[in-house]
């Protein structure tokens, strides 16, 4: 069966096409348009729940749950997806399953006619299934137009489109983002950023983001892609967090789509990427050719971390480059003022959702002054008050916060250590070289600290064990977590080995 795919055509080329090569094979030239009336959607009905029995739920879901299916005529079913780059996935690695599943549900459907929506209707952009068919050379004629409308805007594809770009959050608005001065100057570049966007230009490029964790880096991105978007529906912007990005990239280097993922990756006008921390391997260098390919044609990037570039180890030395030469801003630490003005926020939005909920300004206070790690957290501290509130009907005072919010209150500052000044201290402490330390030396000055290393990044921070495998010079979580139990071990046999580590613990607390 023929597999090549015919991209961006036009719908009367591919018409004129469909006939000459129907005649030549002698299997349906002349036949007259079936018209199967009420019975197509049954068909199609039926024909997808073959396609999730064989498939599976998983790719289901995330490949063909946008698919639609518009008519079948002439024995050909007329397929449409939301996306050029879907229609190209689709095409090259599950049209066999699809005509299966038609085939297996009625013989007036022979062949398949992908399509792309564009404004909600279909447009030919894809191919014909006809092993006979003697296909012509692609035409060069895609527009800019055709590669920025072949992507819809984020906020309106379906969510089984996996191919758009990470979900955005409706909430997560310039409107209900909270600035006071640890974030005011972040929250200026993103408005800019977000203007220039909707009209069609590009601010402070590249701007890279940064901050630790739960600081509102995820909210101003959320909040760009919303507001760049507003003016113009069909204008490409994309946000993916660095586990999406590499998620299409793997996928796409085992179906062998890599030249379709970079097609699509250079078609996006605004790109926002999330956690950059996180990238690692081939995907990194796959990120960078497509910054340079977007800077250099003036589309708009946005990048955050919880690092500046500089401190970004598995960054090569041309992206970091990059990166560190747009605009850096930082997001600081939240001051009381700012997260008093948080919990205010957030507890006027439960009042307009719970009627007669109330919750005192001393509950308030005291929330901004105990709970110091993140954002997320002071959320965390209101709906927990809602909704011991909400769960008791009992009254929101000090003492309930006390209760409900124990563990939060314990958390203090621990989240905000950086697995980079762990391995600086440690490193210092004992006299070894931070690359020492990441390598895959195996000696014994050099294995101890790795460990003690290890064992204070999974305490102090809130990172996972394959994070900090990854911190580590990529290794396995099971490493990781082999190092936390040896020091565990040692620390409960050797007391001088204990108050050892306790000491770095308190020096990187400080």
Request: glycine fraction near 6%.
């Amino acid at each position: 069966m023929n597999h090549t795919s015919l991209l961006a055509r036009d719908i009367n080329q591919e018409t004129e096409q469909l006939d000459v090569a129907t005649n030549q094979s002698g299997q349906m030239g002349g036949e007259q348009m079936t018209d199967l009336g009420a019975d197509q959607s049954k068909i199609w009905e039926r024909a997808k729940k073959r396609l999730w029995a064989s498939v599976g739920e998983d790719v289901f879901s995330s490949w063909f749950a946008s698919m639609e299916m518009e008519e079948i005529r002439d024995g050909v079913a007329h397929l449409s997806v939301p996306t050029r780059f879907l229609s190209s996935w689709i095409t090259s690695n599950y049209q066999d399953r699809i005509l299966e599943a038609f085939t297996a549900e009625t013989d007036q459907v022979a062949q398949l006619h992908l399509t792309v929506r564009i404004n909600g209707k279909p447009r030919a952009t894809i191919q014909q299934n006809n092993g006979s068919e003697a296909q012509k050379p692609q035409a060069k004629s895609t527009t800019n137009q055709g590669l920025r409308t072949g992507v819809q805007h984020n906020a309106r594809i379906k969510a089984g489109d996996a191919l758009s770009g990470s979900a955005l959050d409706p909430k997560l608005t310039f409107d209900s983002f909270v600035t006071g001065s640890a974030n005011e100057m972040a929250l200026a570049a993103a408005k800019q950023v977000a203007q220039a966007a909707a009209q069609g230009t590009a601010a402070f490029n590249p701007v890279y983001i940064h901050s630790s964790v739960g600081l509102g880096k995820s909210h101003l991105l959320n909040a760009i892609a919303w507001a760049a978007g507003a003016g113009d529906k069909d204008r490409n912007i994309v946000y993916l967090t660095a586990d999406h990005f590499m998620y299409h990239f793997i996928t796409a280097v085992q179906r062998q789509s890599a030249i379709a993922f970079k097609e699509w990756l250079r078609s996006i006008d605004v790109l926002l990427i999330d956690d950059m921390q996180f990238l690692q391997g081939k995907s990194v260098t796959e990120l960078g050719q497509a910054l340079s390919a977007l800077l250099t044609g003036a589309k708009q990037v946005v990048v955050a971390g919880d690092a500046p570039p500089r401190d970004l180890d598995m960054l090569d030395d041309r992206l970091r480059s990059r990166l560190s030469g747009g605009l850096v801003v930082p997001i600081q630490s939240l001051d009381e003022e700012l997260r008093r003005a948080i919990v205010q926020k957030r507890a006027e939005q439960a009042a307009a959702k719970f009627p007669g909920l109330h919750i005192p300004a001393p509950v308030l206070d005291y929330v901004a002054r105990n709970v110091l790690s993140h954002g997320r957290d002071l959320d965390g501290a209101v709906n927990r008050l809602v909704a011991a509130n909400q769960l008791t009907e009992e009254p929101i005072t000090i003492e309930l916060a006390e209760k409900a919010l124990h563990d939060l209150l314990r958390t203090r500052d621990t989240r905000r250590v950086k697995i980079d000044e762990i391995q600086t201290t440690v490193a210092k402490h004992f006299k070894v070289s931070k690359p020492d330390l990441l390598s895959s030396r195996r000696s014994r000055s050099v294995v101890r600290p790795r460990q003690i290393a290890m064992y204070l990044s999974k305490i102090l921070t809130s990172r996972s064990l394959p994070e900090i495998g990854r911190r580590f010079g990529n290794r396995d979580h099971t490493t990781v977590l082999h190092a936390v139990r040896k020091v565990e071990q040692l620390m409960g046999g050797d007391t001088g080995f204990a108050q050892e580590v306790e000491l770095l613990k308190r020096m990187i607390e400080e």
